[in-house]
C-alpha cells in the first residue's frame, strides 16, 4: 500500500474526534447549536494555519448529507466556480445539496466573491470558507452578511499533547523523548496540528538509543517559522500588542513583541517610527526627554544598521515603557481643534494686532497691547483669545514627571492673571 502521512492517517471521522475548538464545536457553541438545531447556514472560519479549517468542513458534510466539493482560490477563477455551481444545480435538482469548502476564501476579487452570492442565497450552495486573514477587511460585506464568522484558535499545548498522544498510539510506540523535549516539540509546533504531525512522524523514523533531551531535539529539528505577515493582521495585532504594552508601562511585554516583530522580519525602520510616535502620543511633555530618546534611536540605528542599531530601539522601547505618561497635550489639541473649526471666523482682539498703517491705527489697531516684558513678573495677563469667545482651558496637565511641574506653571499663571484683572492693570 502506498504510505499515507500521518496527519492523514489521523484525521478525524467525526467532529466529536476534533482536538480544540470547543469555542465553535461545544454544545452550546455556534456550529453545536446549529447543527442540533438542524439548522446550517453558511460559514467563515478565520484562524492560522493547521487548526483544523479543512476538516471541520469535511466533517460538516458528512454530519448533514451534503455532496463536498473543496476548491482553492489560489487555483480557481470565475471559470471554475462556474462548473461548480452548475454540477451543484443538477445535483440539488436530484434532491442532494452541495457543501462548498473554498480554502484561502480571501484571495478571491470582489467579482469573484460576488459569484457566489445568488448561489448561496437560492440554496444551490452552503459555502463554508477558510481563512487566515480577517475577514472583516479582505472580504466582501455582502458575503459576510449572508455568513456566519467563526474564529478557529491556534491549539494550546493541552491539545498539542493529546494529538501527540494519539499520534503515538496510531504509530504503536512512544516517542524518544524527554519531558523537556516533548514541551520543546509543543513549542517548534506553535499552535499548528499539521505542523506537530509532519515533525512526530520525522522523529518517528530515528533510530536512538535513548530519550533525546531538549537540546538534541533542538539540533535535529527546525522550529517552525513564527506567523507573521508585514501587510497583514499579525503585522497590525504585534504592533498594537506593542503600542499598548509601552502605553501600560510594561517593559518586558514590550521588549517580547518588539522581539516578535523583528524575528518575523519587520523592518527595523518601521519600529523606530512607530516608537517615536509613542513618545509623541502617550508620553508627550510628561517627559519630553522621550521624544529626543526615541529620535536619537532612529538615528543610532540608521548609522549602525542591523543587529547593533536594533539593541538602540530596545534601548527605547524600555525607555518609553517606564517613562511617566500623559496624553493631555494630545487632548487639549483636539479640543482647541475643534473649538478652531468652530469659531473659525472670529477675529483676534484688535490690541494684540499690528498697526503698520495709519489707518490701522485710526481702526483701533495694537490699541492698548501690553509689552509683556515690561509688566510684573513679565507677565501682562491680557486676553489673547477673540472677543466673543470665553477663555477656555483646553490644556490640563497631569500630576505625572514633568507635567507636574508644568501644572504648577499653569496654577501660577491663572493666579497671576486673575489678580491683574483684579487690580485693572489687564
Known sequence: MAHRPLADRLRPKHLSEVIGQTQVLGPDAPLGVMLASG?????????????????????????????FVQTSAIFSGVPELRKVFEAAKMRRANGQGTLLFVDEIHRFNKAQQDSFLPHMEDGTILLVG????????????????????????????????DLARRAEGELGKDL????SARSALFEMADGDGRTL????????????????????????????????????DEHYNLIS?????????????????????LEGGEDPRYLARRLLRMAVEDIQLADPQAHTIALHAWETYERLGSPEGELALAQAVVY???????????????????AARKTGSEPPPKHILNAPT???????????????????????????????????????????????????RVAYFDKLRESRKTSGKT
Not at 524518544?176 to 519531558?179: G, M, N
Not at 481702526?363 to 489673547?384: K, L, P, T
Open 39 to 67: 439548522s446550517l447556514s453558511s460559514i467563515i472560519f478565520w484562524g492560522p494555519p493547521g487548526v483544523g479549517k479543512t476538516t471541520i468542513a469535511r466533517l460538516l458534510a458528512d454530519e448533514t448529507d451534503l455532496h
Open 130 to 161: 477558510a481563512t487566515t486573514e480577517n475577514p472583516s477587511f479582505e472580504l466582501n460585506a455582502a458575503v459576510l452578511s449572508r455568513s456566519q464568522v467563526m474564529v478557529l484558535t491556534r491549539l494550546s499545548h493541552e491539545d498539542l499533547d
Open 176 to 179: 524518544p523523548l524527554t519531558e
Open 197 to 232: 504531525l509532519n515533525l512526530i512522524e520525522q522523529i518517528a523514523a530515528w533510530k536512538v538509543s535513548a530519550p533525546l533531551e531538549a537540546e538534541q531535539l533542538g539540533k535535529r529539528l527546525m522550529r517552525r517559522a513564527a506567523k507573521y505577515d508585514k501587510s497583514g
Open 241 to 261: 500588542a506593542l503600542h499598548k504594552s509601552v502605553r501600560g508601562s510594561d517593559p518586558d511585554a514590550a521588549l517580547y513583541w518588539f522581539n516578535r516583530m
Open 320 to 338: 518609553l515603557a517606564l517613562a511617566p505618561k500623559s496624553n493631555a497635550v494630545y487632548t487639549a489639541f483636539k479640543a482647541s481643534r475643534e
Open 358 to 408: 495709519k489707518l490701522m491705527s485710526e481702526q483701533g489697531y495694537g490699541a492698548g497691547y501690553a509689552y509683556d516684558h515690561d509688566a510684573e513678573d513679565a507677565f501682562s495677563g491680557q486676553n489673547f483669545f477673540p472677543d466673543t469667545l470665553p477663555r477656555t482651558q483646553f490644556y490640563k496637565p497631569v500630576e505625572r514627571g514633568f507635567e507636574r511641574d508644568l501644572s504648577k
